[in-house]
């Protein structure tokens, strides 16, 4: 429960404790730091960014309102690489397109310590907090600050082995369908593309993948799921093979290329 979580990382009370010793007192200054954050928590500011934390893929990372907040259909999507290439032996390189906190990067560098990872966002302050929780986890990882979308920046970029993303797929229309956590603090640029386009990064994705996608290699992305058979179809038009695969509620969210 979002109490449990506010009580164990500020006071650093689990709920154990509480229950053993519930008449238990705090002083003036733990009872200021809980009354912050159950206001912060009534304006409906995301428990992440109140406590500054969050969870993913069993590893605490740094958050805050210039990245957005990992969730659990991410996770599977790492799970999916990792799955995908737990008998790899020799070197290989991947790229993570829009990085943010840095959380596929930094999961990928901890369960597949061979690899070469690089990791490119257009904004810096998300790069800075990407680049903190790699010191934190002590994962290398090469981070640069690019402009995905242009592609006169692609050049500055080699061929890999696995191109990942997570990126903007939010039509923009769908913005009154999301609660308050989401569209008055996150930011907005790493969820939102336009209407008329919303399948705008995967085709630049799907590209860039043809002159540096290594033989063999692979493009692994986080789908809308009202767009996976689109989204396919786009990737069809330049690869030989597109599987989609759905999360654990049966939503298409996931989609491979060969």
């Given at each position: 429960?979002v109490t449990d979580w506010v009580f164990e990382y500020?006071?650093?009370?689990?709920?154990?404790?509480?229950?053993?010793?519930?008449?238990?007192?705090?002083?003036?200054?733990?009872?200021?730091?809980?009354?912050?954050?159950?206001?912060?928590?009534?304006?409906?500011?995301?428990?992440?960014?109140?406590?500054?934390?969050?969870?993913?893929?069993?590893?605490?990372?740094?958050?805050?309102?210039?990245?957005?907040?990992?969730?659990?259909?991410?996770?599977?999507?790492?799970?999916?690489?990792?799955?995908?290439?737990?008998?790899?032996?020799?070197?290989?390189?991947?790229?993570?397109?829009?990085?943010?906190?840095?959380?596929?990067?930094?999961?990928?560098?901890?369960?597949?310590?061979?690899?070469?990872?690089?990791?490119?966002?257009?904004?810096?302050?998300?790069?800075?907090?990407?680049?903190?929780?790699?010191?934190?986890?002590?994962?290398?990882?090469?981070?640069?600050?690019?402009?995905?979308?242009?592609?006169?920046?692609?050049?500055?970029?080699?061929?890999?082995?696995?191109?990942?993303?997570?990126?903007?797929?939010?039509?923009?229309?769908?913005?009154?369908?999301?609660?308050?956590?989401?569209?008055?603090?996150?930011?907005?640029?790493?969820?939102?593309?336009?209407?008329?386009?919303?399948?705008?990064?995967?085709?630049?994705?799907?590209?860039?993948?043809?002159?540096?996608?290594?033989?063999?290699?692979?493009?692994?992305?986080?789908?809308?799921?009202?767009?996976?058979?689109?989204?396919?179809?786009?990737?069809?038009?330049?690869?030989?093979?597109?599987?989609?695969?759905?999360?654990?509620?049966?939503?298409?969210?996931?989609?491979?290329?060969?």
């Amino acid at each position: 429960m979002v109490t449990d979580w506010v009580f164990e990382y500020l006071l650093q009370l689990k709920k154990a404790d509480v229950v053993k010793d519930p008449d238990q007192k705090i002083n003036k200054l733990s009872q200021q730091k809980i009354d912050k954050a159950l206001a912060q928590l009534l304006e409906h500011k995301p428990i992440q960014y109140v406590l500054g934390e969050a969870w993913f893929y069993k590893m605490q990372f740094k958050v805050n309102k210039q990245v957005l907040i990992p969730r659990p259909e991410t996770e599977e999507l790492v799970e999916w690489i990792i799955t995908d290439y737990k008998l790899q032996i020799a070197d290989f390189s991947i790229l993570d397109i829009g990085t943010g906190s840095g959380c596929i990067a930094v999961s990928l560098k901890k369960n597949i310590p061979s690899a070469n990872i690089t990791a490119v966002d257009i904004s810096t302050p998300a790069l800075n907090i990407a680049k903190e929780n790699a010191a934190t986890h002590n994962a290398d990882i090469n981070f640069i600050k690019l402009d995905f979308l242009d592609e006169s920046k692609w050049s500055k970029l080699p061929s890999f082995d696995i191109i990942v993303s997570n990126p903007p797929y939010i039509p923009i229309a769908e913005k009154i369908k999301l609660d308050k956590n989401v569209t008055e603090y996150e930011p907005g640029t790493a969820l939102f593309v336009p209407d008329e386009s919303p399948l705008l990064f995967y085709d630049k994705i799907a590209r860039f993948g043809k002159t540096h996608l290594n033989k063999k290699g692979k493009i692994f992305v986080e789908i809308h799921e009202d767009f996976g058979a689109a989204t396919a179809g786009l990737f069809n038009k330049f690869y030989k093979k597109v599987t989609i695969k759905k999360d654990i509620f049966g939503k298409e969210r996931m989609l491979m290329v060969t």
